[in-house]
């Protein structure tokens, strides 16, 4: 039996529009998205079938170690992506996540300009993402490189944006920053403050 399965959007591939066209959403969830999925119990298979040989080799173990990360991480990172987008959406937060938000970053603006320039400025493919460091309990901006990669261990991811270029390129073509840009009006902020809660542990 699978491990993962390919969850289902939220909301209709069209109603993001025109922020993200349908034909792009569709590709993006029943294609790319379903390929990490794939790739992720593919793998898991293939630990299990060398676990019960007994076959495992350093250099074997590191591949299928690899691509479980990127696939899983994959899958994991657009069904957040999911939900952190609302047709309704937009403005900025308030509340708890407002006001932690304006101490760590200075300003509502501050933290929007320095994710969209985290986001558009990954080199290759990748995510922009705010996340939440439970050590010193602030938040912080990461880059993601493909799907894994450059991230503090045990951050919580709240918010993601998803940078690689099936996400854009067949509306946007080569100009990253016009669909980061739009990303914004997009934003569930309901969502990424109920993960903050959950993150924190305070109440939603």
């Known amino acids: 039996m699978a491990t ?3 969850p289902d959007l939220p909301y209709d591939y069209a109603v993001l529009e025109p922020a993200i066209t349908g034909e792009i959403l569709e590709l993006h969830h029943a294609k790319h998205h379903a390929a990490y999925v794939k790739g992720a119990n593919d ?3 293939q630990l299990a079938e060398v676990r019960e040989k007994d076959g495992f080799t350093p250099t074997g173990l590191v591949g299928l170690e690899k691509t479980l990360a990127f696939n899983l ?3 994991v990172l657009h069904t957040q992506f999911w939900s ?3 047709p309704d959406g937009g403005d900025r937060p308030d509340g708890a996540l407002g006001d932690a938000i304006a101490e760590h970053f200075g300003s509502f603006d501050a933290f929007q300009k320095q994710l969209t320039v985290a986001t558009t400025s990954v080199q290759g493919s990748g995510w922009g993402v705010l996340a939440h460091e439970p050590v010193s309990g602030k938040l912080l901006i990461h880059q993601v490189y493909d799907h ?3 991230v503090g261990v045990n951050t919580t991811p709240l918010l993601v944006f998803d940078a690689w270029e099936h ?3 067949l509306q946007y073509r080569n100009v990253r920053p ?3 840009q739009k990303l914004w009006s997009l934003i569930n902020w309901a969502d990424v403050a109920a993960r903050y809660a959950a993150a924190t542990g305070s109440a939603a």
């Open 73 to 75: 991480s994959g899958h």
């Open 84 to 86: 952190n987008l609302t």
């Open 43 to 45: 793998t898991l298979e």
């Open 4 to 6: 993962y399965s390919l």
């Open 148 to 150: 894994h990669g450059n």
């Open 178 to 180: 016009d669909y980061v």
């Open 167 to 169: 996400a854009y390129y």
